[in-house]
């Protein structure tokens, strides 16, 4: 079984940055992919960005230029540097990690889930 934490969230005025963190524990062998994810109310979960164990990264587009994704695979810990924050970034964020716990088993798992505020 594998827990993710995650820690970071907050209230931020429009314009200013947070940082989100998630670290992964459990019997974990390899992670080979880890995001961020996010959910508005009223609104489908989109998958925010992403990040290989080879440190490939892919952004929603909305997020381009805006936020960074990056990883400590040491730590089993990828993290979320969110600057230029805009309201509509208001969201429950969400980490996702695909988890091998043995060479040929895989699974994904999500964590709790941390609140981002952007005000206007």
């Known amino acids: 079984q594998v827990q993710l934490v995650e820690s970071g969230g907050g209230l931020v005025q429009a314009g200013g940055s947070l940082r989100l963190s998630c670290a992964a524990s459990?019997?974990?062998?390899?992670?080979?992919?880890m995001g961020w994810y996010r959910q508005a109310p009223g609104k489908q979960r989109e998958l925010v960005a992403s990040i290989s164990s080879g440190s490939s990264t892919n952004y929603a587009d909305s997020v381009k230029g805006r936020f960074t994704i990056s990883r400590d695979n040491a730590k089993n810990t990828v993290y979320l540097q969110m600057n230029s924050l805009k309201p509509e970034d208001t969201a429950v964020y969400y980490c996702?990690?695909?988890?091998?716990?043995?060479?040929?088993?895989?699974?994904?798992?999500w964590g709790q889930g941390t609140q981002v505020t952007v005000s206007s």
């Open positions: 459990g019997i974990i062998f390899s992670i080979p992919n």
């Open positions: 996702n990690a695909e988890v091998r716990s043995t060479l040929l088993r895989k699974s994904g798992y």
